[in-house]
């Protein structure tokens, strides 16, 4: 074979071992950020994926169609679930037993590993969802995949008020609300009181778990979970805040600090401290 044919064929086999090879081997999915994408691949930057934990009587969607798509816009791969439903066909969650429910997002916390490839996941709660964030990973035993939680108005020791699921009413959800507790009732209900099952087996011995980062935000205007700081966790490794340490003049209540700009930007904070912004005061739903 002549010399030149022999360089132009090398070169052609070479070409044709090449693109083989980088059609065999499928390039790595690309950093992506989405609400409820599970196509979502956590970036370097955010490489843990959140799961928003909804508050009695709402539901995934609802509960966090405003911090949701904020969290996905600042990056993350964020993830909800309806969880604690007591009939699959009314979209009313969180009102079936404490113990049921955390089953239940313990399995949810394992798909979105999966799915992520992420190693840990952090936890968004609000209302009953903060108390599931906390509750979860000391009595499920999943502390070692969660890096942050951060938990809005959780009744951690009890509230002396149970009209929790009012988080509904804000919903648009009254009507569905009141036939679930007419037809199945609310276990979670009573266990989220002051001395409620729940709540007694949360609070015997350090609720902070090693290893996970803990962030405690509520209202002085909350008037469902009673008294307010009953919300707080005073143990190391936890940080504490009312809203109103940061923005004095904000009137957000118990419902609306899922919707809330400024709440917003301090969990994005406690998610990502390294990167905290500042926080521009705005005004919350004052229910």
Same mark, same amino acid.
């Given at each position: 074979?002549?010399?030149?044919?022999?360089? %132009?064929?090398?070169?052609?086999?070479?070409?044709?071992?090449?693109?083989?090879?980088?059609?065999?081997?499928? %390039?790595?999915?690309?950093?992506?950020?989405?609400? *409820?994408?599970?196509? $979502?691949?956590?970036?370097? #930057?955010?490489?843990? !994926?959140? /799961?928003?934990?909804?508050?009695?009587?709402?539901?995934?969607?609802?509960?966090?169609?405003?911090?949701?798509?904020?969290?996905?816009?600042?990056?993350? @791969?964020?993830?909800?679930?309806?969880?604690?439903?007591?009939?699959?066909?009314?979209?009313?969650?969180?009102?079936?037993?404490?113990? +049921?429910?955390?089953? +239940?997002?313990? #399995?949810?916390?394992?798909?979105?590993?999966?799915?992520?490839?992420?190693?840990?996941?952090?936890?968004?709660?609000?209302?009953?969802?903060?108390?599931?964030?906390?509750?979860? !990973?000391? &009595?499920?035993?999943?502390?070692?995949?969660?890096?942050?939680?951060?938990?809005?108005?959780? !009744?951690?020791?009890?509230?002396?008020?149970?009209? &929790? /699921?009012?988080?509904?009413?804000?919903?648009?959800?009254?009507?569905?609300?009141?036939?679930?507790?007419? +037809?199945?009732? $609310?276990?979670? @209900?009573? +266990?989220?009181?002051?001395?409620?099952?729940?709540?007694?087996? &949360?609070?015997?011995?350090?609720?902070?778990?090693?290893?996970?980062?803990?962030? /405690?935000?509520?209202?002085?205007?909350?008037?469902?979970?009673?008294?307010?700081?009953?919300?707080?966790?005073?143990?190391?490794?936890?940080?504490?805040?009312?809203?109103?340490?940061?923005?004095?003049?904000?009137?957000?209540?118990?419902?609306?600090?899922?919707? *809330? !700009?400024?709440?917003?930007?301090?969990?994005?904070?406690?998610?990502?401290?390294?990167?905290?912004?500042?926080?521009? @005061?705005?005004?919350?739903?004052?229910?």
């Amino acid at each position: 074979m002549p010399p030149l044919v022999r360089r %132009a064929f090398a070169a052609l086999l070479a070409g044709v071992l090449l693109t083989a090879a980088t059609t065999a081997t499928p %390039a790595a999915a690309a950093p992506s950020s989405g609400f *409820d994408n599970w196509a $979502c691949k956590p970036s370097a #930057a955010h490489p843990n !994926p959140v /799961v928003l934990l909804h508050g009695l009587g709402g539901n995934g969607p609802g509960n966090y169609s405003y911090l949701g798509p904020f969290l996905a816009a600042k990056g993350y @791969c964020a993830f909800t679930l309806t969880y604690g439903q007591a009939s699959p066909a009314i979209p009313v969650g969180g009102t079936v037993s404490i113990a +049921e429910s955390s089953v +239940e997002i313990a #399995a949810f916390v394992q798909q979105v590993r999966q799915a992520t490839g992420a190693a840990k996941v952090d936890l968004v709660g609000h209302s009953e969802g903060g108390f599931q964030s906390i509750y979860g !990973p000391k &009595l499920r035993g999943y502390a070692g995949h969660v890096g942050k939680v951060v938990a809005l108005a959780p !009744p951690t020791h009890g509230t002396t008020f149970g009209g &929790l /699921v009012s988080v509904g009413d804000y919903l648009g959800l009254r009507p569905l609300v009141d036939q679930v507790l007419r +037809e199945f009732g $609310c276990p979670a @209900c009573d +266990e989220l009181i002051v001395g409620g099952a729940a709540v007694e087996q &949360l609070t015997a011995g350090p609720i902070a778990q090693p290893g996970i980062r803990y962030t /405690v935000i509520a209202s002085r205007f909350d008037a469902l979970v009673t008294p307010q700081s009953t919300s707080f966790i005073r143990e190391p490794g936890v940080t504490n805040r009312f809203v109103q340490d940061v923005c004095p003049l904000d009137p957000v209540g118990h419902v609306g600090l899922a919707f *809330d !700009p400024t709440v917003a930007q301090l969990v994005a904070n406690a998610l990502d401290p390294a990167h905290a912004k500042r926080v521009v @005061c705005a005004f919350g739903p004052p229910l």
